[in-house]
């Protein structure tokens, strides 16, 4: 297997922090977005989406997706499971991921895209050209703080966001949460039970991870 990423990307890091938990090794190849090497026809070849992170199995064949590596990764190397004990919780860990994704990273992802002159014309991922929307940063603000909110609800009473142990839930969470920040976005003071879990978590991850 090899990885091809670009770690301070979300998904890539969604990948990098299940590696990591579950301690496996794996050759990594960087892609440098800034350079626009994911553009190239090399990596066209490789994945004609454009986007990383990608996991070169040794048949040739690619994943390209990041909820899907970590997936194919739990099959592979199952403990500590991160995707769920039973097929309950792997459905809540799913639910979970797909929500956080529309109610979470999207908005944070309009925030950054529509505003940041490094995506003029790259407002959406892939191998087209895409006009910056401004008008999306301001919706994208008000949906991100709905989900702060709603994630400070979700907490009350729990320590991990599903289950009683961290999950790829947490993790997904985390890294929302953290992206956002390249927005200057963050969790508000009145969230307390976020920041608490967001301090909890980063405890639990590896010390290069955090």
């Given at each position: 297997?090899?990885?091809?990423?670009?770690?301070?990307?979300?998904?890539?890091?969604?990948?990098n922090?299940?590696l990591?938990?579950?301690?496996?090794?794996?050759?990594?190849v960087?892609?440098?977005?800034?350079?626009?090497?994911?553009?190239?026809?090399?990596?066209?070849?490789?994945?004609?989406?454009?986007?990383?992170?990608?996991?070169?199995?040794?048949?040739?064949?690619?994943?390209?997706?990041?909820?899907?590596?970590?997936?194919?990764?739990?099959?592979?190397?199952?403990?500590?499971?991160?995707?769920g004990?039973?097929?309950?919780?792997?459905?809540?860990?799913?639910?979970?991921?797909?929500?956080?994704?529309?109610?979470?990273?999207?908005?944070?992802?309009?925030?950054?895209?529509n505003?940041?002159?490094?995506?003029?014309?790259?407002?959406?991922?892939?191998?087209?050209?895409?006009?910056q929307?401004?008008?999306?940063?301001?919706?994208?603000?008000?949906?991100?703080?709905?989900?702060?909110?709603?994630?400070?609800?979700?907490?009350?009473?729990?320590?991990?966001?599903?289950?009683?142990?961290?999950?790829f839930?947490?993790?997904?969470?985390?890294?929302?949460?953290?992206f956002?920040?390249w927005?200057?976005?963050?969790?508000?003071?009145?969230?307390?039970?976020?920041?608490q879990?967001?301090?909890?978590?980063?405890?639990?991850?590896?010390?290069?991870?955090?």
């Open positions: 297997m090899k990885l091809h990423t670009y770690d301070p990307a979300p998904n890539p890091r969604r990948v922090l299940v990591a938990v579950k301690g496996i090794r794996i050759p990594t960087q892609v440098d977005l800034r350079a626009g090497e994911h553009l190239g026809e090399s990596f066209r070849r490789l994945n004609p989406r454009c986007i990383v992170p990608v996991l070169e199995l040794d048949d040739g064949s690619v994943l390209c997706d990041g909820l899907a590596i970590c997936w194919y990764l739990e099959s592979l190397y199952p403990e500590p499971r991160l995707l004990r039973d097929a309950l919780q792997t459905a809540r860990i799913l639910s979970w991921e797909q929500m956080s994704f529309t109610d979470g990273f999207l908005p944070a992802a309009d925030i950054l895209r505003r940041s002159q490094a995506f003029r014309d790259r407002a959406v991922t892939g191998p087209a050209a895409s006009a929307i401004p008008a999306l940063i301001d919706r994208g603000r008000e949906r991100l703080h709905q989900f702060w909110r709603y994630l400070e609800t979700h907490l009350d009473g729990r320590r991990f966001i599903v289950g009683d142990s961290l999950t839930a947490d993790i997904n969470t985390l890294v929302i949460i953290d956002a920040g927005s200057k976005e963050s969790v508000p003071a009145e969230c307390p039970k976020v920041l879990w967001m301090q909890r978590i980063r405890e639990l991850l590896p010390p290069e991870q955090r």
